[in-house]
C-alpha cells in the first residue's frame, strides 16, 4: 500500500501541500537518468520542514490519518475546495476506533507543548497565575474548548490555519527582507557619520564602487522560460540542448517522483541563474540577497503556473505553461540590485521607528541602573547596620569581662557553666558541718547535740 505523500491525489489532502519546504537547497541527482528511482513500497518520504510552528503536530496528525483506509479513500476524490471548506473534515467521525485515540492522544500532547511554551514565556517575566485556557486562545490551529479529544473541527481548524500562514508566507518575507535591507542603509549612513570628510568621500566611493562590480554580471534569464530551462537541461543535468523535451525535463526534477514539482524543486532550478550574480567569496554579494532572490523567481513561476494555486506544478500545468507565449519570448528579468527595494520616505519612517525603540530602551536601561543603584545603597546600608551591632555586642562582651562577672574562655567567649557543674579543680573544699551553702530549697537541718542523745 502507498502512503499518502506519493500518490497525486492524495498529496492533494495534505492540505495543498502543507508540508512543502520554504527554504530551498540546490539537489544533485543523476543527470545521465531520466528515470527517476522508483521508492520502496511502503516507504516513507520525509518532507521539509514548512516553518510553522506545529510542524511536528501537522505531520503526526496527517501520518495518523492517511492510516485509515476509508478516510485515504476520500481523499483521492477530494478536491482543494472541498478540503478548504472543510466538507472533508467530515469525514473524520467514520474513521476507526483506534486513528480516533490516536489523535485524541496527538491533541493533549500538542495542548500540553502549548502550555509549557505559555508557562515558560510567562515564567520569563515573573508572571504569576496564568490563565492557560484563556492564552491557548491565541493558537488557531486546534480547538481550545475540548482539549482532550480531536474532533471534526480540530481537523478543519487544521487545515485552515495551516493553508493561510503559508499563503502568508511571501508577503510576511517579503516585508521582513525590506526591513533588513533598510537596517543595511540606516547603518552604512550612521557609520559614514562618525567619519571625517576626506573618510566619508573614501567610503561613499567604494560603496559606489562595489555596487557597480554586484551589478555588472551576464544576463539573467527569466525564471520558467525556455531558455533558462534549457541552461538547466545543459549545464546541469548534461543533456544535448538541441534535444529539450519539456516532459523529460519535469520527470528529470520530480526529485521524489510523486508526480509534483513542489516548491524546493522549483526553487533548485534556479542555482545556475543565481551563480551568474552572487558568489559568497566576493565582498559585494549578500548571501542574503541570493536567497530573497531565489524565493522571488519560485514564487513568481509559481503565480504564472500553478493555475488551481495548490503550491504544486503538475505535468498538466507545467506542459500548458511551455504552450505559452511567455515561456518562448519572456520579459526581461529585472534582479534585486536593479530594484527600488525602499523609498526615501519608507527609510525615514523606519529610522524613527528605530529611534523610538532606541528611546525606549535607553528609558528602561536608566530604570535599571536607578533600581540598582537604590539596591546597592540599601545593601550598603545593611552592612553598616551590620557591622555597627558586631561593634556593640563585641564591647558588651569585653566590658563584662573586665568586670569579672563571668568567666571568659581562651579565644575571649563568655564561659557559662550549668549550675551545680564544677571542674574537679575548682570545688572548694568545706569541713563537715560547716558553713557551706545548700542548693535552693533545701533546710539546713539542726546539728545534733551529742549530749541530748539517749543511750
Known amino acids: 500500500m502507498k502512503r499518502l505523500s506519493v500518490l497525486p491525489q492524495q498529496c492533494l489532502l495534505l ?28 516507504e516513507k518520504v520525509e518532507n521539509p520542514d514548512t516553518g510553522l510552528y506545529y510542524d511536528e503536530y501537522l505531520r503526526q496528525v496527517i501520518d495518523v490519518l492517511e492510516t485509515d483506509k476509508h478516510f485515504r479513500e476520500k481523499l483521492q476524490t477530494a478536491d482543494i475546495e472541498e478540503i478548504k471548506s472543510g466538507k472533508l473534515s467530515r469525514e473524520l467521525d467514520l474513521v476507526s476506533h483506534h486513528v480516533r485515540t490516536r489523535l485524541d ?7 500540553a507543548r502549548l502550555r509549557m511554551l505559555i508557562k515558560a514565556k510567562m515564567d520569563s517575566v515573573q508572571d504569576t497565575g496564568i490563565d ?14 475540548n482539549p482532550d479529544t480531536f474532533e471534526p473541527k480540530d481537523l478543519d ?3 485552515k490555519a495551516a493553508t493561510s500562514d503559508l499563503e502568508n508566507y511571501d508577503k510576511t518575507r517579503h516585508e521582513e527582507f525590506k526591513k533588513y535591507e533598510m537596517m543595511k542603509e540606516h547603518e552604512r549612513r550612521e557609520y559614514l557619520k562618525t567619519l571625517d570628510e576626506e573618510k566619508r568621500k573614501r567610503e561613499e566611493s567604494k560603496f559606489e564602487e562595489m555596487k557597480k562590480k554586484h551589478g555588472d554580471h551576464p544576463k539573467v534569464h527569466h525564471p520558467g522560460s525556455k531558455d533558462q530551462l534549457k541552461e538547466v537541461w545543459e549545464e546541469a543535468d548534461g543533456l544535448d540542448p538541441n534535444e529539450f523535451d519539456p516532459k523529460t525535463f519535469f520527470k528529470l526534477h ?13 526553487e533548485a532550478l534556479f542555482t545556475k541563474e543565481l551563480e551568474k550574480v552572487y558568489d559568497p567569496k566576493n565582498e559585494e554579494d549578500d548571501m542574503v540577497e541570493m536567497e530573497e532572490e531565489r524565493l522571488r523567481m519560485r514564487e513568481h513561476v509559481m503565480n504564472e503556473v500553478d493555475i488551481n494555486k495548490d503550491r504544486l506544478v503538475t505535468l498538466e500545468e507545467f506542459l500548458r505553461a511551455t504552450e505559452k507565449k511567455e515561456f518562448l519570448e519572456p520579459d526581461s528579468w529585472e534582479t534585486l540590485d536593479q530594484q527600488q527595494l525602499f523609498t526615501e520616505d519608507e527609510l525615514k519612517e523606519f529610522e524613527n521607528h528605530i529611534s523610538q525603540q532606541e528611546d525606549e530602551l535607553r528609558k528602561k536601561a536608566e530604570e535599571l541602573q536607578k533600581q540598582k ?7 550598603d546600608q545593611l552592612q553598616a547596620q551590620k557591622q555597627e551591632l558586631q561593634q556593640v555586642v563585641k564591647q558588651m562582651e569585653q566590658k563584662k569581662l573586665q568586670q569579672g562577672s563571668l568567666p571568659a574562655g581562651p579565644g575571649g567567649e563568655l564561659k557559662i557553666q ?25 533546710v ?7 549530749d541530748q542523745v539517749n543511750p
Do not use: W, Y
Not at 255 to 266: R, T
Open 15 to 42: 492540505m495543498t501541500c502543507l508540508l512543502m519546504a520554504l527554504e530551498a537547497v540546490p539537489i544533485d541527482i543523476d543527470k545521465t537518468k531520466v528515470k527517476a528511482e522508483s521508492h520502496v513500497e511502503g
Open 105 to 111: 492522544e496527538l491533541k493533549r500532547q500538542e495542548v
Open 132 to 145: 492557560h485556557q484563556a492564552l491557548l486562545k491565541q493558537f488557531e490551529h486546534l480547538n481550545h474548548q
Open 157 to 159: 481548524m487544521l487545515i
Open 254 to 266: 520530480d526529485v521524489n517522483n510523486d508526480g509534483f514539482l513542489d516548491e524546493q524543486e522549483l
Open 373 to 379: 543603584e537604590e539596591l546597592q545603597r540599601q545593601h
Open 418 to 442: 550549668p549550675p551545680g557543674e564544677h571542674n574537679a579543680g575548682d570545688a572548694p573544699q568545706h569541713p563537715a558541718g560547716g558553713d557551706q551553702p545548700l542548693p535552693p530549697g533545701r
Open 444 to 450: 539546713q537541718e539542726p546539728a545534733v547535740r551529742t
